[in-house]
């Protein structure tokens, strides 16, 4: 898109920080290619040498690369391609980085140097089949990776009220065994619980089970 008379576009990677931005800026500092020109929520960096304007912006939960150019080419995708995949190298380790998005980015800067994409006929047929069912394995990995991410929340929700019901249960029975020594025939009674399950129930809560 334009963007004060140039061109603008941007690639956006999802990644997630796992150290301070503090730490993020000690490891930025070691490129003299990249000048800090913002911070706060989120870091900016200009690439400095650059034909044209180009800025970095690292955030907590994503990377964003974003380039200006004059004049729309092949050759200016994959310039901004690379630059990316070396700021991605740079913070490896400081982030978790997921490659999904880059997958796309990859084969489209594959495909406009490469003329036979272009062609007809069944090698092409082949690479645009092999095209769809990376996007289609891409997509289904997410939604794997978001499925696994609910079921592990759920997991710890149902983890945390059973601690509850334990923590509850741990209580009663030491009041009752402060009353009477032997508390759970002192509980079957007063509220009509079988034996059984009573004992079963203080072993789980004495076991930490």
Sequence with gaps: MKSNGDFCSAFNVNARLKCSMQQLRGRMENNAALKLVGRGTHLSYEVIGAPDKQLLELRQ?????????????????????MRLLAILAMVDGLYDIRLDAIYSYVIDALARHYPIYELEGRESRIIRRLSKEVEALTFANSRLAHDIYGAIQAKNELAGELDACKEFCAKVMDAMARRDKDAPASIGRAFGIDAELVGRVSAIVRGGK
């Design 61 to 81: 939960d994503g990377i964003r690369f974003i380039f200006h150019f004059s004049k729309p080419t092949d050759m200016v995708f994959s310039i901004g391609l």
